[in-house]
């Protein structure tokens, strides 16, 4: 069960978007509509951003959109604000019901 | 409101066990697969057990296999994770949460493997 690749680090400014990265396999993220994406800022419990790929949960702001290519998926956030500065995780179901997590990517916004 | 609420971290010693709980409020918890996550100090989110609306389906990651079983009892709207056989590097906050797609989580309970 490898974890799902993911940039350690990226950066925006204020209103810019960007996009984060995870990279799985066949038997992971491009296998399973299970995809989902996490915010965790410090201290924190992780919060659904995304799930099932494209899906947004309610509540959660329109900038923050879901897409897979493949064995990628990509999490991209759009008019970057502040408080979107956290740390960001993928996942995927794999085989057997199991789930596996990215390593995380942590977002600043300049 | 959907709320989990774990309990049951605390200090043990290596070889130790622990029991952690997990009650869910604000929905119908037979309804939902339910799920242990834990993050160990300063690093990245490790799924660790799921477990099926009426207990008949538990999966694992392979690092606890044999050491912990995640259970749950839906007239009390909880769910466990008996850890057996506890390492260093089992030290991690445990979180609990809902659903095939991890919709809601618990603040967690930091369970610390140490001498």
């Known amino acids: 069960q490898s974890a799902l690749t993911q940039p350690a680090s990226v950066s925006g400014s204020l209103g810019q978007s960007i996009t984060i990265s995870c990279t799985g396999t066949?038997?992971?993220?491009?296998?399973?509509?299970?995809v989902s994406w996490f915010q965790q800022h410090p201290g924190k419990a992780p919060k659904l951003m995304i799930y099932?790929?494209?899906n947004r949960p309610s509540g959660i702001s329109t900038r923050f959109s879901g897409s897979r290519s493949g064995n990628t998926a990509s999490l991209t956030i759009s008019g970057l604000q502040a408080e979107d500065e956290a740390d960001y995780y993928c996942?995927?179901?794999?085989?057997?019901?199991?789930?596996?997590f990215g390593g995380g990517t942590k977002l600043t916004v300049l | 409101e959907v709320q989990l609420v774990e309990s049951g971290g605390g200090l043990v010693q290596p070889g130790g066990s622990l029991r952690l709980s997990c009650v869910g409020s604000?929905?119908?918890?037979?309804?939902?697969?339910m799920s242990w996550v834990r993050q160990a100090p300063g690093e990245g989110l490790e799924w660790v057990a799921n477990?099926?609306?009426?207990?008949?389906?538990?999966n694992y990651v392979d690092s606890v296999k044999g050491r912990f079983t995640i259970s749950r009892d839906n007239d009390k709207n909880s769910l466990y994770l008996q850890m057996n056989s506890l390492r260093a590097d089992d030290t991690a906050v445990y979180f609990c949460?809902?659903?095939?797609?991890?919709?809601?989580w618990g603040q967690g309970a930091l369970v610390t493997v140490s001498t």
């Open positions: 099932e790929v494209t």
């Open positions: 066949s038997s992971d993220v491009g296998g399973y509509n299970y």
């Open positions: 949460a809902r659903g095939r797609t991890l919709g809601y």
């Open positions: 604000g929905f119908i918890f037979s309804n939902y697969w």
């Open positions: 996942s995927s179901y794999t085989t057997g019901i199991r789930v596996v």
């Open positions: 477990i099926k609306q009426d207990g008949s389906e538990r």
